[in-house]
């Protein structure tokens, strides 16, 4: 029979939504430049707060938001690949890899922004902390992780549109309801446990201020 069933929790749905927000709105920021640049930089720490939330919810948070339970072996990834494995209701073995590396792109991309100089009149809090070359060096590593940002993110959209118009499956409505239609034991791999408690929430909420007040205590 099928049914619903609860895939992401709350906390991971308004992570992607805040965090896909923060990342667009910051591009623009910058392009617009002068004093956009501190809007740029606001949503920069959001952007570093909320993958920070991720990286420990990856451990904290239900079932299909732990590493544990959708990062690939070798194995799982190749029978994936060859199409011997059916629908799965957290990430697929592709798509966790490609989670991993839009996490890491933006660890990288937040955190070099922290130590970047425009040359003009903006720079990261930290870059006074630090040698010129060092800034230097942070900086063009941050002119350069855009583009595999933005790689990243046109493959991650076009694998959606990929799902819904060849796959006739929408991942973006589980995206924001929380809940995919599946076999009431999805061939046997129904999560063992609840999904998207109100306590796993508190949980969240609690980690998700700890890490902003640490951020903000840090930055200024
Ligand atoms: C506006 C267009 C976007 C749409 C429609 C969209 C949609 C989705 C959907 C449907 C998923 C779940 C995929 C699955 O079922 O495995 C997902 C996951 C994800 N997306 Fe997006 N996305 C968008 C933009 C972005 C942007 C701009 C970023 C960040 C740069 C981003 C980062 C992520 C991440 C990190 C995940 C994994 C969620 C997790 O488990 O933490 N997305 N997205
Ligand atoms: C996810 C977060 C971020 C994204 C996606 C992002 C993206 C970008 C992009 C696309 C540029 C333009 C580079 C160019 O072509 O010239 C840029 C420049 C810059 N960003 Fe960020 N940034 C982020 C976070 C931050 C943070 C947190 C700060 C510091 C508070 C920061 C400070 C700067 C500075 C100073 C520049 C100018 C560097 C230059 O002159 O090339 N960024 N950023």
């Given at each position: 029979?099928?049914?619903?069933?609860?895939?992401?929790?709350?906390?991971?749905?308004?992570?992607?939504?805040?965090l896909?927000?923060c990342v667009i709105?910051g591009i623009?920021?910058v392009?617009?430049?002068?004093?956009?640049?501190?809007?740029h930089?606001?949503c920069g720490?959001?952007a570093l707060?909320?993958v920070?939330?991720?990286?420990?919810?990856?451990?904290?948070?239900?079932?299909?938001?732990?590493?544990?339970?959708?990062?690939?072996?070798?194995?799982?990834?190749?029978?994936?690949?060859?199409?011997?494995?059916?629908?799965?209701?957290?990430?697929?073995?592709?798509?966790?890899?490609?989670?991993i590396a839009i996490l890491l792109a933006v660890l990288i991309q937040a955190s070099t922004g922290l130590f970047a100089d425009d040359?003009?009149?903006?720079?990261g809090?930290?870059?006074?902390?630090?040698?010129?070359?060092t800034v230097a060096f942070l900086t063009s590593m941050h002119r350069f992780n855009q583009y595999i940002i933005m790689a990243l993110v046109a493959l991650h959209?076009?694998?959606?549109?990929?799902?819904?118009?060849?796959?006739?499956?929408?991942?973006?409505?589980?995206?924001?309801?929380?809940?995919?239609?599946?076999?009431?034991?999805?061939?046997?791999?129904?999560?063992?446990?609840?999904?998207?408690?109100?306590?796993?929430?508190?949980?969240?909420?609690?980690?998700?201020?700890?890490?902003?007040?640490?951020?903000?205590?840090?930055?200024?």
């Amino acid at each position: 029979m099928k049914q619903k069933i609860r895939v992401w929790d709350l906390p991971i749905r308004l992570f992607h939504w805040a965090l896909a927000l923060c990342v667009i709105l910051g591009i623009i920021f910058v392009k617009i430049g002068g004093n956009a640049m501190q809007w740029h930089a606001y949503c920069g720490y959001i952007a570093l707060a909320l993958v920070l939330f991720r990286i420990i919810w990856g451990f904290l948070g239900s079932w299909h938001s732990r590493f544990a339970n959708f990062i690939p072996t070798p194995k799982r990834l190749i029978a994936y690949l060859r199409g011997g494995m059916g629908d799965s209701l957290g990430h697929n073995p592709l798509g966790a890899l490609s989670v991993i590396a839009i996490l890491l792109a933006v660890l990288i991309q937040a955190s070099t922004g922290l130590f970047a100089d425009d040359d003009i009149f903006f720079q990261g809090p930290f870059a006074k902390y630090v040698s010129n070359a060092t800034v230097a060096f942070l900086t063009s590593m941050h002119r350069f992780n855009q583009y595999i940002i933005m790689a990243l993110v046109a493959l991650h959209i076009g694998a959606i549109l990929f799902y819904q118009f060849y796959k006739k499956e929408s991942l973006v409505a589980p995206m924001i309801t929380g809940d995919k239609n599946g076999e009431e034991a999805f061939g046997g791999t129904a999560p063992p446990e609840p999904i998207d408690t109100g306590k796993q929430r508190l949980v969240a909420l609690t980690i998700f201020i700890a890490v902003g007040l640490g951020l903000y205590y840090l930055i200024n």
